[in-house]
C-alpha cells in the first residue's frame, strides 16, 4: 500500500519555482515551509526548502498536490446546519466551485499556464478539473478510509455545536487533505466550516461582524484543489480575511494562473519534475471517491487522523500531521 499523508489546511505550503514569477500563487506540497515563513509576490518558500525537508526527521520529500481525475466529487452532510439551510449551503457550494472548475486559461504567449498547453488551436481553454455533487452524505466524521472495501466522501460538514479543533475564535473553516507523500496526488479530501464560533452570511448584503460564506467557500475551493496561500493581498488565495467584504468570492488574475497552472485545459497535470518529467496526463472524468462513494460512515476512521486550526478574522495558521509527526505553525499576526 502507498504511504499517505494528512494536512490540514486554511494556510498550507508551497509552490516549486525555478525563477521569479510575476504572479504569486503558491501550491500546497507534501512538506511544510517553516513556521516563520510567509509567501511574497516572488516567493512561495524560503532559499533552500527541497534541503530543509530533507533533512527533517523523518525526511520529507517536496511534492506539489493534484487531483489525477478531471472530475471530483464533494458530499454535503446532510444535516447542513442550524444557521443556513441545506438547499442555501448547497447553491452557495455550487457557485463556488464553479468559480474555479469554470475558469479559462491564458493563451501560452502570457506565461501563465506554466507547463501546459493551456489553449491549443480550437481546443477549450477551460481548466481539466470538475467538482460534482454526488449528493448528501450522513457522514459528519472527517476522514480517509484506505482499505479496498471501504467507502469515501469528500465531505463538506458544518460544526453548530462545537469545533473541535484549536483557536475557536479564529478559525473559519478546515480542509483536511489525505495525499500520496511520493508524489502529491489528492487522495480525498474534507471541509469543516465553523458556525459554532462565526456568524456565515449568506446573500450580498454581509453585516460588518459576520463572514460572507460564498468568500469562505471559494478560498476553500482552492485549498481543495491543492492551492496555498498567494502572496498577492488581491488574490481569493490571500493568507488574510476580514469580516464584511466579499472580495474573495471572485478569482484574480493570480488565481486563475494558479489553477491553470495545475490543470491545463489539455488535461494535463503539473507535477514533481522527477514524476515523468513534470508533466503527466490527468484520468478521465470519475468524480467517485477513492474506493467508492458511501452515504454513511462505514465505520470508524482508521489511519492517519489530525486535528488543528485553520486561520480567520485577518490571519491564517495550519497544522500538519501524520501518524508519525506533528509540526504547528506561527500564525502570522493581521496588520
Not at 503558491?26 to 533533512?55: H, K, L, Q, W
Request: proline share 5%; glycine share 8%; net charge negative.
Amino acid at each position: 500500500m502507498k504511504s499517505d499523508r494528512v494536512m490540514r489546511a486554511l494556510a498550507c505550503t508551497t509552490m516549486f519555482l525555478s525563477a521569479l514569477r510575476a504572479d504569486a500563487y503558491c501550491r500546497t506540497t507534501t512538506c511544510r515551509v517553516p513556521a516563520a515563513f510567509a509567501p511574497t509576490p516572488t516567493s512561495c518558500y524560503p532559499d533552500g526548502f527541497e534541503e530543509i525537508c530533507a533533512n527533517r526527521d523523518p525526511p520529507q520529500k517536496v511534492r506539489a498536490l493534484w487531483w489525477r481525475n478531471r472530475c471530483v466529487g464533494y458530499s454535503l452532510n446532510a444535516a447542513a446546519s442550524r444557521k443556513i439551510a441545506f438547499d442555501d449551503a448547497s447553491l452557495t457550494m455550487a457557485q463556488a466551485f464553479s468559480k474555479w472548475t469554470s475558469t479559462s486559461c491564458p493563451s501560452t504567449s502570457t506565461g501563465l499556464c506554466d507547463g501546459g498547453t493551456c489553449s491549443p488551436s480550437g481546443a477549450s481553454s477551460r481548466v481539466s478539473i470538475d467538482l460534482r455533487d454526488l449528493g448528501p452524505t450522513q457522514c459528519d466524521v472527517v476522514k480517509y478510509f484506505t482499505g479496498a472495501e471501504e467507502r469515501n466522501q469528500n465531505a463538506v460538514i458544518f460544526r453548530d455545536d462545537s469545533w473541535p479543533h484549536e483557536e475557536a475564535s479564529r478559525t473559519l473553516a478546515l480542509t483536511t487533505v489525505n495525499f500520496n507523500k511520493d508524489t502529491g496526488e489528492i487522495y480525498d479530501a474534507d471541509m469543516e466550516i465553523n458556525t459554532a464560533n462565526h456568524r456565515m452570511s449568506i446573500g450580498d448584503d454581509v453585516p460588518s461582524d459576520g463572514y460572507d460564506f460564498l468568500s469562505i467557500m471559494t478560498h476553500e475551493t482552492g485549498h481543495f484543489l491543492g492551492l496555498a496561500h498567494s502572496g498577492d493581498p488581491l488574490a481569493t488565495m490571500f493568507a488574510r480575511y476580514e469580516p464584511g467584504n466579499t472580495k474573495m468570492r471572485n478569482l484574480t488574475t493570480d488565481d486563475i494562473a494558479g489553477i491553470c497552472a495545475v490543470y491545463a485545459p489539455d488535461g494535463t497535470r503539473a507535477v514533481h519534475e522527477s514524476i515523468d518529467g513534470g508533466i503527466i496526463a490527468g484520468e478521465s472524468c470519475d468524480p467517485e471517491p477513492r474506493h467508492g462513494f458511501g452515504e454513511t460512515c462505514t465505520q470508524a476512521a482508521k489511519g492517519c487522523q489530525s486535528s488543528g486550526p485553520g486561520g480567520t478574522s485577518g490571519s491564517f495558521a495550519f497544522i500538519v500531521t501524520s501518524c508519525l509527526w506533528l509540526v504547528r505553525a506561527v500564525r502570522r499576526k493581521p496588520a
